[in-house]
């Protein structure tokens, strides 16, 4: 991996141990990437205390569809039924029934309303 003439010792190597995201599966073969960007239009308003915990990968899957939902429930968060998933996810601060802050995964290419649905 190089980045602007610097050379950046890669840790990740296809087929050595690279374990799913979802199903904790050793991958075979090359494994399927998503990233999680930063919040950045939200809604609320941010403060350092609801600082983004995200993680912003990129995570790894095996082939297997539904690793990338497993994935997301563990970490409580909700997928937008518009949405699919792609290597690029935005993360959309959600507002649960009961008032607690949530968090959707949406990869922002529709132009209709989230429709958000727990992982
Ligand atoms: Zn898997
Ligand atoms: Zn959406």
């Known amino acids: 991996m190089e980045i602007m003439g610097i050379k ?15 199903c904790r599966e050793q991958i075979t073969g090359t494994p399927f990437r998503v990233s999680v960007l930063d919040i950045i239009a939200t809604e609320v308003a941010p403060s350092f205390e609801q600082a983004s915990p995200i993680n ?19 970490n409580s968060w909700y997928t ?25 995964l949406c990869d922002g290419l529709h132009q209709s309303a989230h429709e958000f649905i727990p992982a």
């Open 8 to 22: 950046i010792p890669t840790i990740i190597t296809e087929n050595s141990g690279i374990r799913c995201e979802g």
């Open 56 to 74: 912003p990968g990129p995570f790894q899957f095996c082939k297997k569809p539904e690793c990338p939902a497993l994935w997301m429930s563990r």
């Open 80 to 104: 937008c039924q518009q949405s699919e998933v792609r290597e690029i996810m935005r993360p959309v601060p959600i507002q649960l029934p009961g008032g607690a802050n949530g968090l959707g």
